[in-house]
């Protein structure tokens, strides 16, 4: 296990939280992570980007959304006009699964809380889930990707959204239109509030 990335933040808050989960040894994925894979982006954030798990580029690195997944995200970014640096970007779970197979639910339960304090600290206004998993955590438990996608909904203070993630994509090049307008949607919901 290589935990020497240790990131400094200038707000302690983030500094405890951060090392807290780096050190998390709550579920069995401690024993095979690379790096705690916490989030990375502007923690003043408007919008949240929030996938379901790290694969084998970002626990080496230790950040998300850093393999070929993350590439092609940050290229719709480019896209609609938004800056990597202007988003902050988390995953449900902050260690990588085996072979990045799915989360497993007890596995997301241990490890929410990370996430939730995340949106907590940052106070983003929208929230975009990047893939099922993270609809179905976020939003809804039924909540269908391929019939729903680039919906809206309200959950307290956030406005609420979900994109198909990168790597479907990536498997799926079909779906990359509608990832497209989907993208320019969460653009125009981000003005519409910067302008109110």
Not at 73 to 94: Q, T
Not at 112 to 122: D, F, G, M, S, T
Not at 148 to 175: I, S
Request: proline share 5%; charged share 30%.
């Amino acid at each position: 296990m290589n935990e020497s990335k240790v990131l400094i933040f200038d707000d302690a808050r983030w500094q405890q939280l951060y090392d807290k989960c780096r050190t998390c040894t709550d579920c069995g994925l401690h024993c095979t992570r690379t790096n705690c894979v916490f989030g990375t982006g502007n923690i003043n954030a408007d919008i949240m980007f929030v996938g379901e798990a790290p694969g084998q580029n970002e626990d080496l690195q230790g950040v998300p959304f850093v393999g070929r997944a993350g590439q092609l995200f940050d290229r719709y970014l480019y896209a609609v006009g938004i800056e990597r640096s202007d988003v902050y970007i988390a995953n449900i779970l902050k260690c990588r699964p085996p072979q990045n197979r799915d989360p497993l639910p007890e596995e997301q339960d241990r490890c929410i809380n990370y996430l939730r304090e995340q949106v907590r600290l940052v106070r983003p206004r929208i929230i975009v889930c990047l893939g099922r998993i993270a609809a179905m955590r976020l939003i809804r438990k039924d909540y269908m990707i391929t019939k729903e996608h680039g919906q809206w909904v309200q959950r307290g203070d956030f406005l609420m959204t979900a994109v198909y993630h990168p790597a479907l994509l990536l498997r799926d090049p079909r779906k990359k239109e509608d990832m497209l307008l989907d993208m320019k949607a969460v653009k125009e919901k981000l003005d519409e509030l910067h302008k109110a």
